[in-house]
Each structure stands twice: as C-alpha cells, then as structure tokens.
C-alpha cells in the first residue's frame, strides 16, 4: 500500500477531460509540494507538473494541476490517444523523511 | 542537455552485492541533487534515497526498505553517481532509475534516465 492514493485506473475519449486524485496527509501533502509524473510504457518517468500546478516547458497547457489540504488533482483536457499512460504523484513526507510516490493511476483513451 | 545514464544492472544471488552507476552530461553535476528511484516489474514507483549536493555536504537519505543496506554515493570529478546495493533480497528486483533534481529550487526528480534492471534470484 501507498502512502499516497491514486485511483488504480481511470479512462476517457478523446477531446474529455478526465481528473486523477492523489490522496495524502498532513505530513506530506499537507506541508509539501506535489509533483506529477507520466510514464508511457516502456520508457522512463516525465515530470508533468512541479509545485502543485507548475508545468515545465514542453508540458501542454491541456494538464494541469492543483491541491487542496491534504488531496491533489491531475486534470487532463481535450484527452489524446498518446495521453495513455501511467501517471504517478509524489510528495515529500516528513514522518518517512523520504519522497513517497502514489501507486500509479492508468489512464485509458476509449 | 541533461543526460543520465545508468549501468551495472544483471542478475545476482539472494544475499550478494551490486553496484549501480550513473553517468550524468549536459549540466553542473555538483550543483544537484540525484535521486535512485526503483521500480518492480509491473509495479509503481519506489523512492530508494537521495543525495544532496556539494553545497549541503552530499547527506544521504534512504528509504526505510534499503536503509543499512544500500549506500549512495557520488564522485563530482567524474560526474557518476552510485548505488551500492549489499544484502540483496528478491524483492529489490527491480528497474533502478537514476534522476536529477529538477532545480535547485525544486529538488524533487526532474531529470530521468532510461534505467538499468537489477534481478535478484537464486
């Protein structure tokens, strides 16, 4: 189990927009960043968000990210075929005193 | 460009040792801060520890799973980092990813490279 929770799977058609959740707790969500990462199959990591909703350069405007207390939100519109992948959120966690990763969320596009 | 290219995965017996690398180009090395992050075969992402930069003394930090049996470590003049992987158990097979922080204002993985399996059986 996760320190963080992500909804195994989540799916859409292209040109939706689909939502992926990122559940924590104080000790991480609650007082540090969150970033997002997409993992296409077959290939390493790619940040898609820092800071909560800072998009590195590259990144579409069509992800976008927020937070909230202790939960974050990865938002995905005008859903593409190549947006199916693995996303994963992370955070810092101060009472493991190490990052922790959410367990991955699947996207499918219908 | 940021490059980061990791070697030194294979196949090891239960209880023996391996040492990864990771061979960074493309920016200042001693400036940031590296992570080894591992992932299990059809499973999500593991956080395995860090290493700070020059300006924080290089401190480590470890995942509770590899602590006292994992050691991180990097050379500057050679632009590597490593990870020293002892006691080895078969749940630490996994694709061992090496990533860069993404600033030195947001130290959490921005950089990743392409990964070295490590395969832990008897």
């Known amino acids: 189990q996760s320190v963080l929770t992500q909804p195994p799977s989540a799916s859409g058609t292209p040109g939706q927009r689909v939502t992926i959740s990122c559940s924590g707790s104080?000790?991480?969500?609650?007082?540090?960043?969150v970033y997002w990462y997409q993992q296409l199959p077959g290939t390493a990591p790619k940040l898609l968000i820092y800071?909560?909703?800072q998009r590195p350069s590259g990144v579409p405007d069509r992800f976008s990210g927020s937070k909230s207390g202790t939960s974050a939100s990865l938002a995905i519109s005008g859903l593409r075929s190549e947006d199916e992948a693995d996303y994963y959120c992370?955070?810092?966690?101060?009472?493991?005193?190490?990052?922790?990763f959410g367990g991955g969320t699947k996207l499918t596009v219908l | 460009e940021v490059q980061l290219v990791e070697s030194g995965g294979g196949l090891v017996q239960p209880g023996g040792s391996l040492r990864l690398s990771c061979a960074a180009s493309?920016?200042?090395?001693?400036?940031?801060?590296m992570d080894w992050v591992r992932q299990a075969p059809g499973k999500g992402l593991e956080w395995v520890g860090r290493?700070?930069?020059?300006?924080?003394?290089?401190?480590?930090e470890y995942a509770a799973s590899v602590k006292g049996r994992f050691t991180i470590s990097r050379d500057d003049s050679k632009n590597s980092l490593y990870l020293q992987m002892d006691s080895l158990k078969t749940e630490d097979t996994a694709v061992y990813y090496c990533?860069?922080?993404?600033?030195?204002?947001?130290?959490?993985?921005?950089?990743w490279g392409q990964g070295t399996l490590v395969t832990v059986s008897s």
């Open positions: 990533a860069r922080d993404y600033s030195s204002e947001t130290l959490a993985p921005g950089y």
């Open positions: 493309g920016f200042t090395f001693s400036d940031h801060y």
């Open positions: 290493t700070r930069n020059k300006a924080n003394s290089y401190t480590t």
């Open positions: 104080s000790s991480n969500i609650g007082s540090h960043y």
């Open positions: 800071r909560d909703n």
């Open positions: 992370a955070a810092w966690d101060d009472s493991l005193r190490g990052r922790v």
